[in-house]
């Protein structure tokens, strides 16, 4: 379409010397205003295309994030295998994905349950999603995979990874976020003909349809499992199984932090609304509101862990305080958008107390998680949706979640107890949900013994046995070739 142009000559070609084409002139006018018109429309779908792919990038590098973290957590002779399983995350989960995820997910329209069109993108794009959207949830798709993985970790058949990754990407999780994300699901908030409660479960982000996924379905592959050998000594104490770097376990914190603004102000998935026509305030303001909250939470978490373990350990631990940052993440993510900063704060002093909590009850169940993921996500995950339910503000409820005036908001806001009832909900059935699914699969593939090594190479580490060498080269050839090779160098021992 050509440019607008309207001129003062322009419009006298309508009038006679004697007569007036008000007719045609004000048609000129329309067309002028409908030209108009439409390239502000095109330019708003064109700007919150572009914001949702940015996001969706952001929410991809988180998968790198993981790919550090994970290497750092888990001892050097196992590096290689944990970070294949976080490439293979990303490229099953995008195949699955594609064929049946996103169908099961949000294929409209269908039933409360799971969704039944657009697999393989079938009658992509239309006026409901654009091949951003799938993007956007595929990344949240994997992200979920990555967690459990971490729950399973340094102990666990490579052909076992690709399965349960396959089979959490490509229903599971879809599944679940159909519940909740979807608008024919019996449980959104965004369901207007028949809204749960009167309110529907507001899980903005995914601490439950995400973190709990993904850490729920850790918890079982990690006790159908069992711990590592060495975790526990005969007598039943803990054994640390430190990880090999540090300086990947904060590199990959940092890669996730900066995901999470992707992921938590992302989920708008349009940033050019309005509240209040011609004026500043708008859906941008609660982007930026929502990054606050965000970061809040993940601050305070850290600080709280890290005094928190100070007073139980005597030491300032880097690995730990990582950790509280990411479950304080964890947990603002299901009401990142409709609270207060001053309520993220709240927010993220729980769930260090709860990430702590639930760490020292892993460690009298004997339950042996490398990455305290199941706690983290898991964990932190449910807090997080109990956190809404208390603290949700009614105006920004409104804001976020428009077209249904007066729906219950947070209990400690004066909203009422049926968003708190709600959101009880969500956290038994996804408990229930992922314990019926991914808890059999691992029983299954524990049946068939395709779900552990072999105690020989869980001892020599997955590198060397599965993956044909060590991630790292401990010596330099060069010096080899001239006969200097390297060797360490035990410390000395006074006498």
């Given at each position: 379409?050509?440019?607008?142009?309207?001129?003062?000559?322009?419009?006298?070609?309508?009038?006679?010397?004697?007569?007036?084409?008000?007719?045609?002139?004000?048609?000129?006018?329309?067309?002028?205003?409908?030209?108009?018109?439409?390239?502000?429309?095109?330019?708003?779908?064109?700007?919150?295309?572009?914001?949702?792919?940015?996001?969706?990038?952001?929410?991809?590098?988180?998968?790198?994030?993981?790919?550090?973290?994970?290497?750092?957590?888990?001892?050097?002779?196992?590096?290689?295998?944990?970070?294949?399983?976080?490439?293979?995350?990303?490229?099953?989960?995008?195949?699955?994905?594609?064929?049946?995820?996103?169908?099961?997910?949000?294929?409209?329209?269908?039933?409360?349950?799971?969704?039944?069109?657009?697999?393989?993108?079938?009658?992509?794009?239309?006026?409901?999603?654009?091949?951003?959207?799938?993007l956007y949830q595929w990344a949240f798709a994997i992200?979920?995979?990555?967690?459990?993985?971490?729950?399973?970790?340094?102990?666990?058949?490579?052909?076992?990874?690709?399965?349960?990754?396959?089979?959490?990407?490509?229903?599971?999780?879809?599944?679940?976020?159909?519940?909740?994300?979807?608008?024919?699901?019996?449980?959104?908030?965004?369901?207007?003909?028949?809204?749960?409660?009167?309110?529907?479960?507001?899980?903005?982000?995914?601490?439950?349809?995400?973190?709990?996924?993904?850490?729920?379905?850790?918890?079982?592959?990690?006790?159908?499992?069992?711990?590592?050998?060495?975790r526990f000594d005969h007598s039943g104490r803990s054994?640390?199984?430190?990880?090999?770097?540090?300086?990947?376990?904060?590199?990959?914190?940092?890669?996730?932090?900066?995901?999470?603004?992707?992921?938590?102000?992302?989920?708008?998935?349009?940033?050019?609304?309005?509240?209040?026509?011609?004026?500043?305030?708008?859906?941008?303001?609660?982007?930026?509101?929502?990054?606050?909250?965000?970061?809040?939470?993940?601050?305070?978490?850290?600080?709280?862990?890290?005094?928190?373990?100070?007073?139980?350990?005597?030491?300032?631990?880097?690995?730990?305080?990582?950790?509280?940052?990411?479950?304080?993440?964890?947990?603002?993510?299901?009401?990142?958008?409709?609270?207060?900063?001053?309520?993220?704060?709240?927010?993220?002093?729980?769930?260090?107390?709860?990430?702590?909590?639930?760490?020292?009850?892993?460690?009298?169940?004997?339950?042996?998680?490398?990455?305290?993921?199941?706690?983290?996500?898991?964990?932190?995950?449910?807090?997080?949706?109990?956190?809404?339910?208390?603290?949700?503000?009614?105006?920004?409820?409104?804001?976020?979640?428009?077209?249904?005036?007066?729906?219950?908001?947070?209990?400690?806001?004066?909203?009422?107890?049926?968003?708190?009832?709600?959101?009880?909900?969500?956290?038994?059935?996804?408990?229930?949900?992922?314990?019926?699914?991914?808890?059999?699969?691992?029983?299954?593939?524990?049946?068939?013994?395709?779900?552990?090594?072999?105690?020989?190479?869980?001892?020599?580490?997955?590198?060397?046995?599965?993956?044909?060498?060590?991630?790292?080269?401990?010596?330099?050839?060069?010096?080899?070739?001239?006969?200097?090779?390297?060797?360490?160098?035990?410390?000395?021992?006074?006498?």
């Amino acid at each position: 379409m050509g440019s607008p142009t309207c001129s003062a000559d322009a419009l006298a070609a309508m009038f006679g010397a004697n007569t007036t084409n008000a007719t045609g002139a004000a048609a000129f006018i329309c067309d002028q205003f409908n030209t108009v018109s439409t390239k502000f429309s095109d330019t708003t779908y064109a700007v919150d295309s572009t914001y949702l792919l940015f996001s969706a990038y952001l929410v991809f590098s988180m998968q790198l994030g993981f790919a550090m973290l994970c290497a750092g957590s888990v001892r050097a002779k196992n590096t290689m295998n944990i970070m294949l399983t976080n490439v293979l995350d990303a490229a099953a989960g995008g195949l699955f994905y594609y064929l049946f995820g996103f169908a099961f997910a949000f294929g409209t329209p269908s039933n409360g349950f799971i969704g039944k069109h657009n697999f393989a993108l079938q009658n992509m794009p239309s006026s409901d999603f654009d091949y951003s959207y799938f993007l956007y949830q595929w990344a949240f798709a994997i992200a979920a995979a990555g967690i459990t993985s971490g729950s399973i970790a340094e102990r666990t058949q490579f052909v076992a990874y690709l399965i349960y990754s396959a089979f959490l990407t490509g229903f599971v999780y879809p599944v679940v976020s159909h519940w909740f994300w979807s608008v024919d699901g019996w449980a959104s908030a965004t369901n207007m003909d028949n809204l749960f409660l009167g309110s529907g479960v507001i899980d903005f982000a995914g601490s439950g349809v995400v973190h709990m996924v993904g850490g729920i379905a850790g918890l079982y592959g990690a006790l159908i499992e069992g711990p590592r050998i060495g975790r526990f000594d005969h007598s039943g104490r803990s054994v640390a199984l430190r990880g090999h770097s540090a300086s990947l376990v904060v590199l990959g914190t940092f890669l996730l932090w900066f995901g999470w603004y992707g992921f938590n102000p992302g989920s708008f998935v349009k940033i050019l609304s309005p509240y209040e026509s011609g004026s500043y305030y708008g859906q941008w303001s609660a982007v930026g509101r929502t990054a606050v909250t965000t970061t809040l939470a993940g601050c305070t978490a850290a600080l709280t862990t890290l005094f928190g373990k100070r007073i139980l350990s005597g030491h300032w631990n880097v690995v730990d305080v990582c950790n509280g940052l990411l479950g304080g993440f964890a947990a603002i993510t299901s009401g990142c958008s409709v609270v207060d900063p001053w309520a993220a704060v709240i927010c993220g002093f729980v769930a260090a107390c709860v990430l702590t909590g639930f760490n020292k009850l892993a460690e009298k169940m004997k339950y042996d998680d490398p990455l305290e993921a199941a706690q983290l996500h898991g964990g932190c995950g449910a807090w997080g949706i109990i956190f809404t339910g208390l603290f949700a503000k009614e105006k920004y409820v409104n804001e976020v979640y428009p077209g249904k005036p007066g729906r219950p908001y947070g209990l400690f806001m004066g909203g009422g107890g049926k968003l708190l009832a709600a959101h009880v909900i969500q956290i038994l059935v996804i408990i229930g949900f992922v314990s019926a699914t991914m808890g059999p699969l691992f029983l299954i593939l524990k049946k068939l013994g395709l779900l552990r090594i072999s105690a020989e190479d869980e001892t020599a580490g997955m590198d060397m046995t599965r993956h044909g060498g060590f991630a790292y080269v401990y010596h330099d050839e060069d010096d080899q070739k001239l006969g200097l090779p390297m060797r360490k160098i035990e410390p000395a021992v006074s006498s």
